[in-house]
């Protein structure tokens, strides 16, 4: 039964997985490599001073809670609270998760080369900035933090895990420094690093656990998975009613499409993280299940005195 049961979960993340990346393919193929994905983010990213004027002080605080050193730091306490609870394996597998996320980000910032397609020829010098740094560490971390929870405390992390994320993804857009694509794009490689450490815990599934269909967030699950489909209809439809405006320069189009443009793009980042975590929290008891209580010795039963 335990062997049916991670053969199946092991086949949806393998799955997930290839679904993640396959897409992330076709977010760059489309972002960045044709004139309407081209065109499309710069609308978006040309809308950012609605977000600066409105959140300022929030995007500013956000963005700079994030360094190397908070992200040493937020590390070093994911592994510890899995170390308390006698999880070796998902401490080193939670590391590798924030690290491997957070190493092929940087990695394919450099590899990707955006072309010059005569969109946006005031950044066209900074060249390609997808995906985003920022966006990866708050989601590496809140995803890692939702497998190294108890499960009393999984939906609370995973809850607020979502907000921080989603604020980071739509701040990056508020100070113009990344298209929303860029922040998408980071939150599926952080969700196919997710899976792809689920199967890792799978394979390193101690014999003393036991996956309980109780410990399954069934409620907290829907909800994100309601609010992603919910936030990314939306930023379809944004999105196709803001293409139609083309080939309109971003900076002639009017402040309300531009708001339009701006609540699409901050809705697919919502969707996108809410997807992620949601995908995360549904599979969460599977992968970290919980231990089995340790059964005692028998009770010694007092002799029984003979009678006359």
Same mark, same amino acid.
């Given at each position: 039964m335990k062997s049916r *049961? #991670?053969? =199946?979960?092991?086949?949806?993340?393998v799955l997930l997985t290839a679904v993640q990346l396959l897409?992330? !393919?076709?977010?760059?193929?489309?972002?960045v490599r044709t004139e309407a994905g081209q065109w499309l983010d710069t609308v978006a990213l040309t809308s950012n001073y609605i977000g600066s004027n409105h959140i300022g002080g929030l995007v500013a605080t956000v963005l700079n809670a994030m360094s190397v050193a908070s992200l040493v730091v937020a590390t070093a306490v994911i592994g510890f609270i899995a170390l308390i609870r006698? *999880? #070796?394996? =998902?401490?080193?597998?939670a590391t590798l998760l924030i690290a491997g996320a957070n190493i092929s980000v940087q !990695?394919?910032?450099?590899?990707?080369?955006?072309?010059d397609l005569g969109i946006d020829p005031e950044r066209a010098a900074a060249g390609n900035s997808l995906p985003s740094g920022h966006t990866a560490?708050?989601?590496?971390?809140?995803?890692a933090l939702i497998l190294v929870l108890p499960r009393t405390a999984r939906v609370w992390g995973a809850f607020v895990g979502a907000v921080y994320t989603a604020l980071a993804g739509v701040a990056t857009l508020s100070a113009g420094w990344h298209r929303p694509s860029d922040a998408i794009a980071s939150l599926l490689i952080v969700g196919a690093w997710a899976s792809l450490v689920g199967i890792g815990l799978l394979q390193t599934d101690r014999l003393d656990t036991e996956s309980r269909s109780a410990d399954a967030h069934r409620v907290a699950?829907?909800?994100?998975?309601?609010?992603?489909?919910?936030?990314?209809?939306?930023?379809?439809?944004?999105?196709?009613?803001?293409?139609?405006?083309?080939?309109t320069p971003p900076k002639q189009i009017s402040d309300h499409r531009?708001?339009?443009?701006?609540?699409g793009s901050a809705l697919g980042?919502?969707?996108?993280?809410?997807?992620?975590v949601g995908l995360v929290l549904a599979t969460v008891h599977r992968v970290v299940p919980r231990l089995a209580p340790v059964a005692g010795p028998a009770p010694v039963r007092p002799a029984r005195t003979p009678t006359a």
């Open positions: *049961r #991670i053969g =199946l979960t092991a086949t949806w993340l897409a992330l !393919a076709a977010l760059w193929r489309f972002s006698r *999880r #070796i394996a =998902l401490a080193i597998l !990695a394919l910032k450099y590899l990707i080369n955006r072309p560490v708050a989601a590496s971390v809140a995803v699950t829907g909800l994100l998975l309601l609010a992603a489909a919910v936030s990314l209809a939306i930023a379809w439809y944004a999105a196709d009613w803001t293409l139609a405006l083309r080939p531009l708001l339009v443009a701006y609540g980042i919502t969707g996108t993280t809410c997807l992620i």
